[in-house]
């Protein structure tokens, strides 16, 4: 008996072929529905008062796939919507929408021809998370499955507070309820949150300068974190890019005793060299940037050694496909990944995919108001957390179980692009 036979009629063997008679379905109809499917329709889907908007890509055989990205939303519709011969929606039509590497290298080298990012990348990320989604529809496999991840990965989430009404748990406000909000987070398990101590001074100087006064009135919101649950609730600072150098090191320095987890975006993300410097100077890992799109912008961060996280936004930086690689990339020189997803809820499921696949995973943001309320108002499944941690819908492709009559009501704002 040769090899092959042995292993044919081995246990070995049987349980290779049952691996490959389970898979056997979903490749094939995979493959059977690759050379025919086409893309046949282009609409963006808009609701009164929400900062972000959908793409859907309607294909031959039926399937929709959904993409979002934001704000400018007048601006990202605009992209597609030109239907000179140039247009993205020209270079969109009659495609097959899972050839998802060679479209998105397409429309970027167009893009990249007029300058790249603004509302470009924004557009050009919708539809590569819109192709992802039907990727997934049509091989009847969730996403995080398609990228090589496990529905049993612990996803670690922040919760993201500002003092703005709508991210506002129960009411409650940064300078008034404090201990209430960070006792609350500790008890539901999450154990890091993320807010803003210094937007305030940064916006009476516009960040040329910080008093230590100013630094002083910044860091009563961390004691009083630190004075109501001690180390139990992790803090990040977001600090908007509002900062020049000095004052930027300044404030590192004072957050330095507080044992903070990092400081994101304290500079604009164009100078790189300007962060290596703050990055000597700072205890405190430095988050650089959802600002950064694509894997190339990402490339001189880390070999500028400008930071020690990367954070990325799916809506921004490239799609699924580009946030992939930018963790990969990372991931070589030894540096976490985070998702930022102030977003709608397509960048959430999105990111919780992608976050169950990657293997330098630090957190993902999250925003109590948003997962907890506003993604029921979208979805029949919203993604909870559950005791600090997400776990993507396990359902072909993005997973998404839209509410039902969502696209006949008033509010909603649907154009036909091609």
């Not at 092959?4 to 389970?22: P, Q, T």
């Not at 580009?322 to 990944?337: F, H, L, R, V």
Request: glycine share 8%.
């Amino acid at each position: 008996m040769n090899r092959r036979d042995f292993l044919s009629n081995s246990s070995a063997g049987a349980l290779g072929l049952l691996g490959y008679n389970l898979l056997t379905p979903f490749i094939e109809s995979a493959r059977a529905a690759a050379p025919k499917l086409t893309i046949t329709g282009i609409e963006t889907v808009r609701f009164k008062n929400a900062h972000w908007m959908w793409l859907r890509l309607h294909t031959s055989e039926g399937i929709i796939g959904t993409g979002e990205t934001y704000p400018f939303n007048e601006a990202n519709s605009g992209v597609i919507k030109d239907l000179e011969w140039h247009s993205w929606a020209g270079k969109l039509m009659g495609t097959n929408p899972m050839e998802i590497e060679q479209t998105w290298e397409r429309i970027f080298r167009q893009n990249a021809y007029h300058g790249t990012g603004g509302a470009e990348m924004r557009a050009l990320s919708a539809i590569n998370i819109a192709q992802w989604d039907i990727l997934g529809q049509v091989s009847k496999m969730p996403l995080y499955q398609l990228l090589g991840g496990s529905r049993d990965k612990k996803i670690r989430v922040y919760n993201t507070y500002t003092n703005g009404v709508s991210r506002a748990i129960n009411g409650w406000t940064l300078e008034n309820d404090m201990e209430k909000i960070a006792k609350f987070l500790v008890t539901e398990g999450i154990k890091a949150i993320k807010f803003c101590p210094f937007d305030k001074a940064a916006s009476l100087t516009k960040g040329e300068y910080i008093s230590k006064n100013d630094i002083d009135r910044s860091l009563d919101w961390i004691k009083r974190v630190r004075d109501s649950v001690g180390y139990d609730l992790e803090i990040g600072c977001e600090f908007h890019s509002n900062w020049n150098l000095p004052s930027a090191v300044r404030i590192v320095h004072s957050l330095e005793p507080y044992e903070i987890l990092f400081c994101e975006d304290m500079l604009l993300q164009d100078n790189l060299e300007a962060y290596v410097n703050l990055e000597q100077e700072s205890k405190i890992p430095l988050v650089i940037s959802e600002r950064l799109a694509t894997r190339f912008g990402f490339r001189e961060m880390f070999e500028a050694k400008a930071g020690s996280i990367a954070m990325y936004d799916l809506t921004w930086c490239g799609g699924i496909s580009e946030g992939k690689k930018i963790s990969d990339m990372a991931n070589t020189w030894y540096i976490p990944t985070m998702m930022h997803t102030s977003g709608g809820p397509i960048l959430w499921y999105a990111s919780t995919h992608l976050a169950a696949a990657v293997t330098n995973l630090f957190y993902v943001e999250s925003v109590w108001p948003e997962w907890h309320d506003r993604n029921k108002l979208f979805l029949e499944n919203p993604l909870p957390v559950m005791n600090g941690h997400v776990v993507p819908p396990d359902l072909p492709g993005l997973g998404l179980q839209f509410k039902k009559g969502l696209f006949e009501q008033k509010d909603v704002i649907i154009e036909k692009i091609a």
